[in-house]
């Protein structure tokens, strides 16, 4: 069974940035793929970046350049940094992690932009 842990969410000012960590308690990282989703109560989750085993990445557009996913395969962690934060992007953050139909979730992390 695979967990994944974030950290790094807590509250910034607009304009302000974050780093989000997740780390896996898996052997074999580097072939997971591994995404951040977020969530707003009410609405559905939404699919924010991702990062394949190749590290090729993609992003919503509402994120593109301000939004960076990562991944560091010997220590077993993707990051998320956002800078230029947005009251818009407060939601809770989690983590996702997928190798062919096996599929896991962090618990998440909240996020909150607000002066």
């Known amino acids: 069974q695979v967990q994944l842990v974030e950290s790094g969410g807590g509250l910034v000012q607009p304009g302000g940035s974050l780093r989000l960590s997740c780390a896996a308690s898996v052997s074999d990282f580097s072939i997971y793929s591994m995404s951040w989703y977020r969530q707003v109560p009410g609405k559905q989750r939404e699919l924010v970046a991702s990062?394949?085993?190749?590290?090729?990445?993609n992003y919503v557009d509402s994120v593109k350049g301000r939004f960076t996913i990562s991944r560091d395969n010997a220590k077993n962690t993707v990051y998320l940094q956002m800078n230029s934060l947005k009251p818009e992007d407060t939601a809770v953050y989690y983590c996702?992690?997928?190798?062919?139909?096996?599929?896991?979730w962090g618990q998440g992390t909240q996020v909150t932009v607000s002066s």
């Open positions: 990062i394949t085993t190749l590290s090729s990445t």
């Open positions: 996702y992690a997928r190798r062919t139909w096996y599929t896991y």
